[in-house]
């Protein structure tokens, strides 16, 4: 029984550790795209980060440079909180990211029809409900007749290069 209570002793401080390890801080040092950043972590190195569950539109989309724009002016020079979800192929943190305190960058990309709730990879009820409203009031990219995802976007050019 001793032994049963250290072990689990021993595996909670771990979930703790590998949980915590997962979360940190740093500050924004260059905008990439309207849902990719860097990041300089406290070891004075940067990483490349790619918000979750979203995507913004792609270079030469319209509302690309807008949504570049709307994430350089929510968070460029300022200490940012991230989630780490995972790492994508291109080694950049699939993250939340929390600025101002308390400001989600996703759900305020959405809310401001700057960024498309990717349902692929989500189930975030929040998201969806912002980008109905969105769509609803027609702001952002859903003033478009027609907007086109990104994933969409993406594919068709893939095709057109075959």
């Known amino acids: 029984m001793k032994y049963f209570r250290k072990t689990i ?3 909670t401080l771990l979930i703790t550790f590998l949980s915590n390890s997962q979360t940190f801080t740093g500050k924004v040092v260059g905008i990439i795209d309207g ?3 860097k990041l300089l972590k406290s070891d004075s190195t940067t990483v490349n980060v790619r918000l979750a569950n979203i ?4 270079k ?3 509302f690309s440079e807008k949504a570049k724009q709307f994430t350089s002016d929510a968070i460029f020079g300022k200490t940012v909180t ?3 979800l995972k790492t994508d192929r291109y080694n950049r943190y699939i993250s939340n990211v929390i600025y101002n305190d308390s400001l989600s960058l996703c759900h305020e990309l959405v ?3 700057l960024a498309w709730h990717y349902l692929k990879y989500s189930e975030d009820e929040t998201l969806q409900a912002l980008e109905d409203q969105a769509k609803r009031k027609k702001i952002g990219l859903w003033q478009e007749p027609s907007p086109i995802a990104p994933w ?5 050019k893939k ?3 075959q």
């Open 35 to 37: 849902d990719t950043f």
């Open 55 to 58: 995507d913004c539109p792609e």
């Open 152 to 156: 969409d976007w993406r594919s068709s």
């Open 9 to 11: 002793c021993c595996f």
């Open 159 to 161: 095709k057109i290069k």
């Open 82 to 84: 991230i989630k780490i």
């Open 60 to 62: 030469k989309q319209p």
């Open 111 to 113: 809310k401001y029809g």
